[in-house]
């Protein structure tokens, strides 16, 4: 953790100075904003959280609910979330409080006695170690909490305005608006206090619509969902009981000859989740099964597990619903089948764009991903780093990867809901979860080329880091203090670019002169002085020369072997009311776990562009100072 650069200081480090609209932020919702995020659901926290790190923009976050929400709907948490809680700062804390899912045991019914089920399988949940970090289950709400609680200790304050709901909006042309940087109009309505019932109307400059299947925000700006209709019901619920089954804390897929299970303990030891099968719903049913009981739900579990029995103690909560795919024809309120359409104002998340089954355990997951997408490219766009163009990206992006998402999910949930005897064969689930891993985890996600996104020219000069992928991170060893670490793991999301650059095999401080002009030393005095490079061309004045951009340098060679003193001083940059050396962004391999083996970086040398939500954005060798140039210049804009 990176702190004193302003001074000493000897209380909470997390707890950042405040700044911007941070200072003095007004309790009462104001007239004006440059973001609205509508909903505090896991894709309206995170962009919260992210939006937090710019104090230059004025956003707020109202929710309809009078205060934090108690009990969350949503609690698998997958390995890429826990890889994003990481750059927020709180993986540590909800790794300690959550359940880890550390395999998974399928029962299904015993050929000698089909009334009762029998263990037939037990996987790892990671066989193949996608991520170093576990799979979790946690409860919404504590994620929320988290992701709460970097947001107010973050420089713009941010809280949530509680209390507040969404009504409608109208999107002026910015062109002939009376206030062009805050076009949109919104009304709201309160809904707790001595306001409640009362409406009034403010003014936005982007809104984010984080309200949920039925968002109103969708509605505003036309856009429909379409897909499969549900057709088959579930009861679910989060119960204390007691009970002869033997996996109770054990993350389970149970198929009988009355019905399905999908069982996930919760976390604290007792509390488990029960996902059951209530079977197909008629056409003509009217929301009837809705109505099923707990009771019901209850006796249903129990005929699923025979020969083994639960006993309810204590019902934490329970629902029905019915499982449908569907999908938001786009993410934004602009038409891009137009030409010269405007860029978009108005953004939508979460279940807003996407709704689906929660067997994959993927709506919190990709919903938070939404909201980082987002959140990131607003901050760049409204403190005018960017281009509005760069908005346009958000709905190409995350729509895809909706799309992947409902078709893995419609596959899974139907397996799940099919006899063992109507399957190819008896490990056919069992096979189907393992050799799918990668997509539930969270790491399927990959970008196309756009004006974030390079080519795939360069791939094999680090195959270990595909082009528009997450950056997966792997081990290295800090220079000045000989620590060993995850070098993804010192990257947090704070609104910044980083582009990792891996050294050739010369020896720091030991080049020669053509090592030097090809290398390391002639990609770091370009990184420097020259007036295309990003660290130069995009600092506004008074800023630290990693502001916007920050450098990180891996050598081939162990620790022991060079100094700090020996690599080009752009890598050790001069930050703070002090103008402090900051010295730990230099690191080695190391000897028992390269990164260049592990990650399959190039000898010669690589650099590694990574976008502020973690996501590869271009390869290019060393020598490419004109290439990495070319793409900077079509990210950010120049200081006016």
């Not at 104090?55 to 109202?62: L, Q, S």
Request: proline share 6%; charged share 25%; with cysteine.
């Amino acid at each position: 953790m990176h702190f004193h650069q302003n001074g000493y200081v000897s209380a909470d480090p997390r707890i950042e100075e405040a700044a911007g609209y941070g200072i003095d932020r007004p309790e009462a919702l104001p007239d004006e904003v440059d973001v609205l995020i509508v909903g505090s659901g896991p894709a309206g926290m995170v962009a919260a959280a992210q939006l937090a790190q710019y104090p230059e923009v004025n956003t707020r976050i109202i929710e309809k609910r009078d205060g934090r929400l108690v009990i969350g709907q949503a609690d698998g948490i997958q390995a890429r979330s826990v890889e994003t809680f990481q750059a927020f700062g709180f993986a540590e804390e909800i790794m300690r409080e959550g359940y880890h899912i550390t395999e998974m045991a399928f029962w299904n019914p015993d050929p000698e006695n089909p009334d009762h089920i029998i263990r037939t399988g037990r996987p790892k949940d990671d066989e193949t170690g996608v991520s170093e970090f576990p799979h979790l289950i946690v409860n919404q709400a504590r994620v929320l909490d988290y992701f709460a609680q970097f947001a107010r200790q973050s420089p713009a304050r941010i809280e949530p305005d509680y209390g507040i709901e969404f009504v409608d909006l109208a999107v002026e042309d910015p062109a002939t608006a009376a206030d062009p940087q805050h076009p949109v109009s919104v009304t709201v309505r309160y809904t707790a206090g001595e306001r409640a019932g009362q409406q009034r109307t403010i003014r936005a400059g982007f809104v984010i619509g984080s309200d949920g299947a039925r968002s109103g925000v969708r509605s505003a700006i036309g856009r429909t969902m379409s897909g499969d209709q549900a057709n088959h019901a579930w009861g679910v619920m989060d119960v204390l009981a007691n009970t002869d089954f033997p996996d109770i804390r054990t993350k389970c897929a149970i198929s009988s000859k009355h019905g399905n299970i999908l069982h996930i303990p919760r976390e604290g030891g007792h509390l488990f989740r029960m996902y059951v099968d209530l079977g197909e719903v008629p056409v003509d049913d009217a929301r009837k099964v809705r109505q099923t009981s707990i009771e019901e739900i209850i006796a249903k579990a129990n005929a699923i597990i025979a020969p083994y029995s639960l006993d309810v103690k204590n019902v934490a909560w329970h629902s029905v619903y019915e499982v449908g795919h569907r999908l938001t024809d786009a993410f934004d309120d602009t038409d891009e089948s137009v030409p010269d359409s405007p860029c978009p104002r108005v953004f939508i998340t979460g279940d807003a764009c996407h709704t689906h089954s929660a067997k994959a355990g993927q709506g919190m997951n990709v919903s938070m991903q939404d909201g980082f997408n987002i959140a990131w490219k607003l901050g760049q766009v409204a403190t005018g780093r960017s281009s509005s163009e760069l908005l346009r990206t958000y709905s190409a992006e995350r729509q895809v990867t909706a799309k992947n998402l409902i078709d893995f999910d419609k596959e899974w949930s139907t397996l799940m809901a099919t006899p063992q005897d109507q399957l190819p064969d008896k490990a056919y689930l069992e096979d189907f979860y393992v050799k799918t891993a990668e997509f539930p985890a969270g790491f399927m996600t990959e970008y196309t080329e756009s004006m974030i996104t390079a080519s795939t020219a360069n791939q094999e000069l680090a195959a270990g880091f595909p082009v528009g992928k997450r950056f997966k991170s792997a081990r290295v060893n800090r220079v000045v203090d000989a620590y060993p670490l995850h070098l993804g793991h010192e990257a947090k999301a704070d609104g910044r670019w980083r582009i990792y650059v891996f050294a050739d095999a010369a020896t720091p401080g030991q080049e020669t002169d053509a090592e030097a002009l090809n290398g390391v030393p002639g990609l770091a005095d370009w990184l420097e002085s020259d007036p295309a490079s990003p660290l130069v061309a995009y600092r506004r004045t008074g800023e630290d020369v990693d502001a916007l951009v920050e450098l990180k340098v891996v050598y081939q060679q162990p620790h022991t072997e060079f100094d700090f003193t020996d690599v080009p001083p752009v890598f050790r940059p001069f930050v703070g009311k002090y103008s402090l050396e900051y010295l730990e962004n230099i690191y080695a391999a190391l000897p028992d776990d390269d990164i260049f083996d592990t990650r399959e970086i190039s000898r010669d040398g690589a650099v590694v562009v990574v976008r502020p939500d973690q996501y590869v954005a271009g390869i290019y060798p060393l020598s490419a100072r004109e290439e990495i140039g070319k793409f900077f210049a079509g990210v950010f804009l120049p200081e006016s």
